[in-house]
Structures are given as C-alpha cells and as structure tokens.
C-alpha cells in the first residue's frame, strides 16, 4: 500500500477525536482549572499558599484526565475502528497488529503529552518560585513529574484502546481506570497490610499491585520538597517502566483487529 | 492473463472457518476449489446466493483467516473492502482522504471526488448511503491505483449507488489501472457489461468461468449455478 501514508491509522484516529471537539474543552479546561479551583482556597488568609495550589490543581487535573476523557477516548477509539472495520483493512493491506496498537496509542498518547504540557506550564511560568536556587530544584522536579506521569498514562491508554477492540467499551474504560485507581489509592491503603506483612502471599500480592503512587509528587510540589533524588527518581521510574511493559505485551494479546 | 495471474488457487484448497471451543475446534467448509483458478489483472466478478461463502473466501483471500486445507500465496499488495468497512462519520471526506494519501494520490482523490459528484467539505455522517459509499471507492481506487499488481477485493461496493453512479464506476474499473486485480463480490450482474471472468459458488464448489458462456454474465452465471 505505497499509496497511502504509512501513519495512516494514527492521522485518521487523530483526525477522528479533533473532530469531536472535546479535546479543545480538555486543554481549555486544564487551563481554567488550573487558574480558577485555587481561588476557591482561603488564600486571603494566607497568600503564599496560592502558587502551590495552582500547580497541585494543574496536576490534579492532569490525573483526572487520566482518570475520565483519556481512557474513554481510548476504550472509544478503539471499538470504533474495529466495529468500522478499519482495522481489518488496514491488517489486509500489510498493517502489523503492534504498528496499529501503536498508531492508534500515539494518537492518545498526543492528549496525555497536551494535557502534560499544559501542567508543567503552570508550573514553569505562572508558579515558579522567584529565588533562583529554588526555582531550579522546581524544575527538576515538575520535569520528574512530567516524565513519571507519562511512564504511567502510555501503557493504561495503549491497554484501552486494545481492550476497545477486544470488549465492551465501558469494560475497556473501567479497567484502566480501576487500575489507576488501584495504583494511585489502594496501593497506599494496602501498603501497611501487605507491603510490612511477613507473609510471603501477602508480599506477592503487594508486588503485583500497580505502584502508581511513586508518580503522584503533588506533595513534593505543595510542600517545596524538591525533587527526587536520581537514585529514587530511576527506581521508580524503572518500576513504572516495567509494569508499563507488562501492561502493553497484555493489552498487545488483547488486541483484536477482526471486525 | 496466466502468465501475469496474480491469484493461483490450487485444486482442493479448502476454505471455511473454524469454530467451537479451542478444545473442541471443529473446521467448517464453505468453499472448495473445484478447478485450478488463475486470476490476473482485470476484473473478475464474484457472484453466488447469500451463505454460500464469498465473504469467507474474500477474508481468506485478503489474508486474515486462512485456509483449511492448501496454500495461498499472494504475490501483490491486498486491498481488501468489507461489505462493513465504514469512514468515521464525524469526518468530512476530505478530512478522510488526507489522513491516508499523500499529496500526488490526494489530488487523484479529490480529481474522482469532482467526477463522481462528491461533497468534500460534508461530514460523512450527513452525506447519502450513496455516497458514503462513494467515499470507500475513491479510497479503494487511489489506494490501489498507484501500486503495480494491486490485487482489490471488495464486497458488494455498488450497493446503493443510483444507476447513474454505478455506470461511472464500472466504468472506471474497466478502464483504469491496467496492473490492478479486482475481484468483487456483486449481486447486480447487470450493471457490469465488460468484465475479465466470473466466479460463482455452487454447491460448496468454486467454479470459474474465463469468458461469457451466453450473451450476458448472467447467462454464464446460471449455466455455472445449473
């Protein structure tokens, strides 16, 4: 198929959410929530509190959009193209399953990036701190988040669109969404029961949760810890980077592209 | 047309499905190859009663299932529109177009676009099933149409295109594309007056016909169905 554009299925599915416009109100709402949610602090009281509270509410968005449009978008994409046969067409004309797992991906992985990009300009411009010192620890730890967060959005929104293809659309929602849950809060929850348990079950268990809470650093930026240092910032990043390779090789056999 | 065939089916090459738990798969036979079949560039029409295979065999052909019994190769690069294939409807044809071609096939989509009266600025939602289906041919020939040994397997493309439309594409499949391979899957015989051999399904059985055997393809059709 030399006459079509290799990017094919990526160009289409992108063309294909523009067209839906909600993308726009996601990268405009980041923005408002950003600037509007610290207002509804008693920053009066205590001004200083204001410049935090716009970046934890850019990241707060930032995971909420990974909670709610990311994946529908993601479980949508990818029963559409199934349903509408595009995928066994493009299967017939030489496509790979993996290279369309990965245009279809890339296609979300554009909004994640956005929704990103708009969190670490908050951050960058808007609430940086003015000593010079402190600024620079700021950034390197807003980029560590960025990254972090990124390592945990690619493989939840690659596992939508594949279980999109596979099942149910509201399936291929809930489960990414379940497991972010699971990652950001149960595993927190549970750490104490499993995690200090001398029980080798329990250990196991703790293990193959999702570690998704090395990502969250809204603490850090609210309480101007600074950033990780590389040593932790690496080992949680590999851990996410592992458990993101788990969830892709999982959502890759998922895959479907009969319609 | 053999020394150029891009399709060669081999007597006894089996196709179907395979269904039942994995434990408990049970192979399916819809179709066999009675004669060795040779297709070559040119447009060869599929023509047999509903159930009897032809989707199973086009899916087969395009390389998405394979067959039960025998081997196919296929020298060329497939094409392959489902009777389901559909453009997203929130998109305008254009917008559609420009996600698959670049700028030398798009200006060729957009030229078919013009002759066959198609709203490119419309969304594909709002347009006729017509001409919705119009979108899928300009995407099947721009596709195909670049490629040398293109082989182009569609599946019912004409339905609910008006009379007028229909003649402006069988038209076009005569004369265009020299190196392209069609196979389609058609009910209206009738709308199609040049074509390079007929293939029909009778009794679980593929059987080919090279040239007319009456006045018509339906008259080879029903000496082939007899």
């Known amino acids: 198929m030399k006459s079509i554009r290799p990017w094919s299925l990526f160009r289409l599915a992108q063309a294909g959410i523009m067209s839906r416009s909600s993308c726009w109100l996601l990268l405009l709402g980041a923005g408002l929530f950003a600037w509007l949610a610290p207002l509804l602090t008693p920053w009066e009281e205590n001004p200083q509190i204001f410049q935090p509270a716009r970046a934890q509410a850019a990241w707060i968005y930032a995971w909420l959009a990974l909670f709610t449009w990311l994946p529908y978008q993601a479980s949508a994409l990818g029963a559409r193209m199934r349903r509408d046969g595009v995928l066994e067409h493009l299967r017939a004309g030489g496509m790979k399953p993996w290279q369309q797992c990965l245009q279809l991906s890339s296609a979300l992985w554009i909004w994640a990036a956005a929704v990103v990009g708009v969190a670490l300009l908050v951050c960058l411009v808007f609430t940086r701190p003015a000593r010079a010192e402190e600024a620079a620890l700021w950034a390197v730890l807003v980029c560590q988040y960025g990254a972090l967060y990124f390592l945990c959005a690619a493989p939840l929104l690659l596992l939508g669109v594949c279980l999109g293809t596979r099942t149910a659309e509201v399936i291929a929602f809930l489960v990414p969404a379940g497991l972010l849950l699971s990652g950001l809060f149960g595993a927190v929850w549970l750490a104490p029961l499993l995690g200090g348990s001398s029980l080798a079950v329990f250990k196991s268990v703790w293990l193959a949760l999702p570690h998704y809470h090395l990502a969250d650093l809204t603490p850090r930026l609210v309480f101007k810890m600074g950033p990780l240092n590389s040593s932790d910032f690496f080992s949680s990043a590999m851990i996410l980077l592992l458990q993101g390779v788990a969830l892709s090789i999982l959502g890759r056999c998922l895959y479907r592209t009969r319609s | ?226």
């Open chain 2, 1 to 226: 047309m053999s020394a150029s065939a891009i399709l060669h089916l081999e007597k006894g090459t089996c196709f179907g499905y395979r269904s039942g738990p994995p434990w408990k798969r049970q192979d399916r036979r819809l179709v066999e190859v009675g004669a060795p079949v040779k297709l070559g560039p040119g447009l060869h029409l599929l023509v047999a009663p509903n159930g009897t295979g032809k989707t199973t065999l086009l899916k087969t052909l395009a390389g998405l299932n394979t067959p039960l019994e025998g081997k196919l190769v296929l020298p060329a690069a497939v094409h392959y529109f489902a009777d389901e294939l559909k453009a997203d409807p929130e998109l305008t044809a254009g917008s559609f177009f420009r996600a698959f071609f670049k700028k030398g096939s798009l200006v060729r989509a957009e030229k078919l676009a013009a002759d066959l009266r198609l709203d490119l600025r419309k969304q594909i939602g709002k347009l006729s099933r017509g001409n919705r289906q119009k979108v899928l041919l300009i995407l099947a020939e721009i596709g195909a149409g670049a490629g040398e040994g293109s082989f182009l397997l569609m599946d019912e493309p004409l339905t609910g295109l008006d009379a007028e439309t229909r003649a402006q594409v069988t038209a076009l499949w005569a004369g265009a594309g020299a190196g392209i391979t069609r196979l389609v899957v058609m009910h209206e015989l009738e709308s199609v007056a040049q074509a390079s051999s007929l293939l029909t399904i009778a009794r679980g059985q593929l059987k080919h016909a090279a040239e007319k055997t009456g006045a018509t393809w339906m008259d080879t059709y029903q000496a082939l169905q007899a």
